[in-house]
């Protein structure tokens, strides 16, 4: 997200140069990850990005990615007055988990890129398979109340290091 441009005159011999450089916003990433990104990391990326803290904003991605997202998050996030974009399961890659300040896991922990698991916590949250439209809305429900602590927890802007979680 480019804040702005810097302009730096600088002066070599009896030459002056104008050199041109983007600001980059130092933006804290949470990455939510669940096994195929179809609806729990999908629902939970619409949620913080809806009232994101300063300075942070979320991502998600699946173990192993299905093909579509699940049609009722579309539905269920409508419900809130959120409107979600277009938006296809991707798999989550080292890249990813390296970029990420946070990671938050729904029970696949364990199948995530090295270097996960010091900057995660693991939510254990049912997945939509066999549940009824008013389970997915309590699943849903469940994920904006955990997302509002996570929320809370983050407060200032991110840093580039990985912020250690605070108890309490």
Request: aromatic share 4%; charged share 25%.
């Amino acid at each position: 997200m480019p804040l702005g441009d810097i302009y730096v005159l600088a002066a070599l011999g009896t030459r002056i140069y104008l050199l041109h450089e983007s600001l980059r916003a130092s933006v804290g990433l949470v990455l939510f990850v669940c096994v195929e990104n179809t609806f729990r990391s999908v629902l939970s990326e619409a949620l913080f990005n809806a009232a994101p803290p300063p300075g942070w904003r979320a991502e998600s991605a699946g173990v192993q990615a299905a093909a579509a997202i699940n049609p009722v998050v579309v539905d269920l996030l409508a419900e809130i007055g959120i409107r979600l974009g277009p938006k296809t399961p991707r798999t989550v890659t080292p890249e990813l988990i390296a970029a990420a300040s946070r990671v938050v896991t729904f029970g696949c922990l364990d199948r995530c890129p090295i270097g996960a698991k010091h900057k995660a916590e693991d939510w254990p949250i049912p997945g939509a398979t066999g549940r009824s439209k008013e389970e997915l809305r309590a699943i849903r429900d469940e994920l904006r109340r955990r997302i509002a602590d996570l929320q809370i927890r983050l407060g200032a802007p991110a840093s580039p290091k990985v912020r250690s979680q605070r108890k309490g």
